[in-house]
């Protein structure tokens, strides 16, 4: 069983940045690719970035190239999101996420572990 759980959500200005952290236990992530997810209220879950298991392949929506950065540090079994010059439609639930056996980096079904959750509020 793998818990996750997220941390650094808060609220910030638009324009501002944000870090969050995806913090696994119960088994060893570095051979699966984790991701970050994000749901609005009234909205879909929909997938912003990924990170293969070694972190050499790196996955973006378009909605946040150029402004976010995922990266992953296996030693703390962590995965972590960098979020810049954010504007208010980033304001949603961020979800990390585990994929132990998948073909598609962005879709939703894929992914077999999910963490609770932390609120990013974005306002303009």
């Known amino acids: 069983q793998v818990q996750l759980v997220e941390s650094g959500g808060g609220l910030v200005q638009a324009g501002g940045s944000l870090r969050l952290s995806c913090a696994a236990s119960?088994?060893?992530?570095?051979?699966?690719?984790m991701g970050w997810f994000r749901q609005a209220p009234g909205k879909e879950r929909e997938s912003v970035a990924a990170?293969?298991?070694?972190?050499?392949?790196?996955y973006y929506a378009d909605s946040v190239k150029g402004r976010f950065t995922i990266s992953r540090d296996n030693a703390k079994n962590t995965v972590y999101l960098q979020m810049s010059s954010l504007k208010p439609e980033d304001t949603a639930v961020y979800y990390c996420?585990?994929?132990?056996?998948?073909?598609?980096?962005?879709?939703?079904?894929?992914?077999?572990?999910w963490g609770q959750g932390t609120q990013v509020t974005v306002s303009s």
């Open positions: 990170i293969s298991g070694n972190g050499r392949r790196l």
């Open positions: 996420a585990v994929e132990t056996d998948g073909s598609s980096w962005s879709r939703v079904y894929e992914y077999d572990y």
């Open positions: 119960g088994r060893t992530l570095s051979n699966y690719r």
